[in-house]
């Protein structure tokens, strides 16, 4: 279940830091937006969501930002561990999309001990 | 719950046999995704399904491709003949009414045409 492609945005971070995943969206009438993880050979899976009338929301050692000006949208993490390794993706839900989401290509996130 | 399950887990066949992924949803879940995942083009939509109907199918990539939901814990994949390019991880997920909080996956068929 491998998703790393040949050219993914690989951000490398040592043990401990803060990380800051950054994805630009497409479509300004995107009003849901979610960040996923996927490990090597597993499905994606749900880290965080926020709405398009939110700016900050955050999680348990996470943090998503949406700046709506720019469309832009990042995922921080706090206190990087080895297990955060792994490839991050974005999702957008246009506003009457039918619960239809579309992703990002992905950052590969590398945690260096 | 278990999740979502999907079978097999590896898939290996020759070119032009026919491949049936298998998925099942997470029980209440009332929509149900496939998705496929290449190198080159990342997670791509196939099909969707909401209350077992197929509501878009404009992601299934020609005639080769179906799928079907004949009730709500069920769905199959078909492609027939396979190709060499149809070589990808093919995702199922489901989630619980529009809008909710995303889609759960399950671990994906690793299929590999020969």
């Known amino acids: 279940g491998e998703s790393v492609g040949l050219h993914l945005p690989t951000l490398s971070v040592q043990e401990g830091d803060n990380s800051i995943i950054n994805c630009a969206y497409s479509n300004s009438a995107s009003d849901y937006f979610i960040w996923y993880k996927q490990e090597s050979g597993k499905g994606p899976q749900f880290i965080i969501d926020i709405r398009s009338n939110m700016d900050k929301r955050q999680g348990q050692r996470v943090t998503v930002l949406l700046n709506k000006t720019v469309k832009h949208l990042s995922l921080q993490i706090a206190a990087t561990q080895p297990g955060d390794s792994a490839v991050y993706f974005c999702?957008?839900?246009?506003?009457?999309?039918?619960?239809?989401?579309?992703f990002g290509t992905g950052t590969q996130l590398k945690v260096e001990l | 719950d278990a999740g979502v399950i999907q079978s097999p887990r590896h898939e290996v066949t020759e070119m032009g046999q026919e491949v049936t992924l298998r998925c099942k949803p997470i029980s209440g879940h009332d929509y149900l995704f496939w998705y496929r995942q290449t190198m080159m083009r990342g997670l791509e939509l196939l099909i969707y399904f909401n209350n077992n109907v197929p509501i878009d199918d404009s992601g299934m990539p020609e005639d080769r491709f179906s799928a079907k939901m004949p009730n709500a814990s069920f769905s199959t994949l078909k492609i027939q003949p396979s190709e060499p390019r149809d070589s990808a991880v093919y995702f199922c997920?489901?989630?619980?009414?529009?809008?909710?909080?995303?889609?759960?996956f399950g671990s994906g068929t690793r299929l590999t045409v020969v």
């Open positions: 997920a489901s989630s619980f009414r529009s809008g909710s909080a995303g889609y759960t």
């Open positions: 999702a957008e839900e246009l506003t009457g999309g039918g619960n239809k989401l579309t």
